[in-house]
């Protein structure tokens, strides 16, 4: 079994990225841009974009962070969000959801301009990912696959099935997954929560992608020997040994599926520190493709 060492492939990535940025800077030129927008003070939130604009920082992105009282009316927040859609400085526009309820999170984000989407949100995107055409797959899933790119994992004619249909990670990975390309390729099977059995679907998995939000749902049972594994929950259970009262865990069962898998994503250190170093990238390949 080898362990998918997803802090290290994110650290290799950022490494890159610096490197590239080091040397726009000697040759004297403007560096890429990421404005992070946050409306309210949820704890989480803020978490991630603080961890959003240091990632930036350390590998010498310009940034900018936003944040908004809860009470910002959804025009002003569009108005902000069309000022940086204009502004050079910026190349990709992040605002961290979810939003306060009076605000129409739709709205938002198909206010971005698609050039500078990299969160890879808009309608536009990911219409063009479905259609195969190049944009910005959002952070997660393009993590995902970037993690199956360097294990050079065999996708090709392999039976991917996600369990998750959400917009930001079971729809995008079925679509990266299921173009006819490199390190895809796949047939691609998606469940969700109406499925009647979903061990059916789970054995014939050659790789299982796990994004349900329930703590060790997969269990040993419901996989087949040497299944890739790639977990991407996150989630809290009880554990009054630690400090903190709870422990982190996937919504793979990972000490027992682990047994029998070929590659397994551990949580944390697997899928999630990627989330991030895609987001850097793809404020990069925005830079890129408009500067
Ligand atoms: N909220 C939770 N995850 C994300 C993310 O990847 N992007 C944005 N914009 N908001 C989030």
């Given at each position: 079994m080898i362990l998918i060492d997803g802090k290290k492939i994110a650290a290799d990535i950022r490494s890159e990225l610096k490197e590239k940025i080091d040397e726009l800077k000697k040759q004297g030129?403007?560096?890429?841009?990421?404005?992070?927008?946050?409306?309210?003070?949820?704890?989480?939130?803020?978490?991630?974009?603080?961890?959003?604009?240091?990632?930036?920082?350390?590998?010498?992105?310009?940034?900018?962070s936003e944040q908004h009282p809860d009470n910002i009316s959804e025009k002003g927040l569009l108005d902000l969000v069309e000022s940086y859609n204009e502004n050079p400085d910026y190349h990709g526009i992040l605002v961290q959801l979810p939003l306060p309820k009076h605000i129409d999170e739709d709205?938002?984000?198909?206010?971005?301009?698609?050039?500078?989407?990299?969160?890879?949100?808009?309608?536009?995107?990911?219409?063009?990912?479905?259609?195969?055409?190049?944009?910005?797959?959002?952070?997660?899933?393009?993590?995902?696959?970037?993690?199956?790119?360097?294990?050079?994992?065999?996708?090709?004619?392999?039976?991917?099935?996600?369990?998750?249909?959400?917009?930001?990670?079971?729809?995008?990975?079925?679509?990266?997954?299921?173009?006819?390309?490199?390190?895809a390729n796949s047939v691609v099977t998606i469940c969700h929560s109406a499925a009647k059995d979903v061990s059916y679907y789970t054995k014939q998995a050659d790789i299982l992608i796990a994004a349900i939000g329930k703590a060790n749902f997969v269990k040993e049972d419901m996989v087949k020997d040497g299944v890739v594994v790639i977990d991407v929950g996150i989630n809290r259970i009880e554990d009054k040994s630690k400090l903190k009262g709870y422990k982190v865990c996937g919504d793979v069962d990972f000490k027992n599926v682990s047994k029998k898998a070929s590659y397994i994503t551990p949580v944390p250190g697997g899928v999630g520190p990627m989330t991030i170093a895609m987001l850097l990238k793809n404020t990069y390949k925005a830079y890129l493709m408009y500067e």
């Open positions: 030129k403007k560096v890429p841009g990421l404005v992070t927008i946050l409306v309210g003070n949820n704890p989480a939130s803020e978490i991630y974009v603080s961890s959003k604009g240091k990632a930036c920082e350390e590998i010498g992105m310009i940034t900018k709205k938002v984000i198909e206010t971005i301009s698609p050039k500078k989407d990299v969160d890879g949100f808009h309608p536009i995107s990911i219409g063009k990912l479905v259609i195969g055409k190049d944009t910005f797959a959002s952070c997660t899933p393009a993590g995902i696959q970037e993690l199956l790119i360097r294990y050079r994992i065999e996708t090709e004619g392999k039976h991917v099935v996600v369990l998750g249909r959400s917009n930001i990670v079971g729809k995008p990975i079925a679509n990266i997954m299921l173009q006819k390309k490199k390190f």
